[in-house]
């Protein structure tokens, strides 16, 4: 095992820090593939269960091994400020159910039981939402996912669905006892209270005030619900449109989860697609705000990160619910954080 292992890029190898022996051959067996590359290293295998973000530094961000699973292929929420067109630009057909899902997810649950890995979290998915409204009513895969973890609760300590749809998950009484079975955390992203806003920086997705009314209605029937306010916009630079307002997004959405019973917040401030496949109207009215570039995003100065992060969390405070930065949500996890 050693002798693989070190045959690994040094990025790589961070996978399998705080592992034990036994614990590492598992994650090993499942996520490499041997026969090698050519120059003696193992390739990354390309699973439909799989590592949640592959192209993390696990040096510099230490998120340890976490799952994520999506049964389609990019979004069709057309998104202005997608994170996903730095690296899903090859997807320009649209969205797509893949191709013998859920063969291969049922061939996942099986090796993972069969090599006895060790539980970890499993996300649904963190690039791809997993509800999308036309591709769910014609497949039904996430509603099949869901079914078959329930037979293999084991694998995973808990469970994180992600998405802009929530309102689906009321079509079939499936989804829901599903979800209380597993005890899956729902993270419902609405960045705006205003429709208006809403349909502009996310013209293919559900409109805001249906999405809230989905939220009422799935903690009243006691499915945890979490709201990812996500991202935050840079409000009062100069030069710099404001997309998201104070008083008429952030303080309204803040007062409605907290009278609804929305458990808690996540957030983090906007990162700005650099080059690729970007929104160039949608750049260009915020880039003056966004002078540092870090690999494929431009990036606020950190100050004003803090400031947005600050000012949400005293409305935050306000409505007496807790907060969460996004990253730091990824790494509670995980068993060691």
């Given at each position: 095992m050693q002798k693989l292992t070190t045959r690994l890029s040094p990025r790589d190898q961070a996978l399998f820090d705080r592992l034990s022996e036994v614990e590492a051959?598992?994650?090993?067996?499942?996520?490499?593939?041997?026969?090698?590359?050519?120059?003696g290293t193992p390739k990354l295998?390309?699973?439909?269960?799989?590592?949640?973000?592959?192209?993390?530094?696990?040096?510099?961000?230490p998120l340890g091994i976490l799952w994520q699973a999506a049964p389609y292929s990019f979004c069709n929420h057309q998104c202005v400020y997608c994170y996903g067109r730095s690296y899903l630009h090859q997807f320009g057909g649209g969205a797509r159910a893949k191709n013998g899902f859920r063969r291969s997810f049922d061939r996942c649950l099986v090796v993972m039981k069969e090599l006895g890995l060790p539980p970890r979290h499993l996300s649904m998915a963190n690039s791809t939402d997993v509800l999308q409204?036309?591709?769910?009513?014609?497949?039904?895969?996430?509603?099949?996912m869901l079914g078959r973890l329930r037979e293999y609760h084991d694998l995973f300590p808990s469970f994180g669905i992600?998405?802009?749809?929530?309102?689906?998950?009321l079509e079939d009484p499936g989804y829901v006892t599903a979800i209380l079975d597993l005890n899956a955390e729902l993270q419902v992203s609405i960045a705006f209270f205003r429709d208006s806003a809403g349909k502009l920086m996310e013209p293919g997705a559900a409109p805001v005030s249906e999405r809230r009314r989905a939220v009422e209605k799935l903690v009243r029937l006691g499915v945890p619900v979490a709201l990812r306010i996500d991202p935050l916009f840079p409000r009062r630079v100069t030069g710099c449109r404001e997309y998201q307002d104070l008083n008429e997004?952030?303080?309204?959405?803040?007062?409605?989860?907290?009278?609804?019973?929305v458990s808690?917040?996540?957030?983090?401030p906007l990162k700005l697609?650099?080059?690729?496949?970007?929104?160039?109207?949608?750049?260009?009215?915020?880039?003056?705000?966004?002078?540092?570039?870090?690999?494929?995003?431009?990036?606020?100065?950190?100050?004003?990160?803090?400031?947005?992060?600050g000012d949400l969390q005293g409305l935050c405070d306000k409505a007496e619910l807790p907060l969460q930065h996004c990253f730091t949500n990824i790494l509670h996890r995980n068993s060691f954080a």
């Open positions: 051959k598992a994650f090993f067996d499942y996520l490499f593939s041997v026969p090698k590359k050519p120059d295998r390309s699973r439909v269960i799989g590592l949640y973000d592959p192209f993390c530094d696990r040096r510099l961000h409204s036309q591709l769910e009513r014609s497949h039904r895969h996430t509603l099949y992600l998405t802009k749809n929530p309102g689906i998950l997004d952030l303080v309204l959405l803040t007062q409605w989860a907290g009278k609804v019973g808690y917040v996540i957030s983090s697609v650099y080059r690729r496949n970007v929104v160039r109207e949608f750049n260009q009215s915020l880039i003056k705000a966004f002078p540092e570039v870090r690999r494929n995003y431009r990036r606020m100065p950190r100050e004003l990160q803090r400031k947005l992060m």
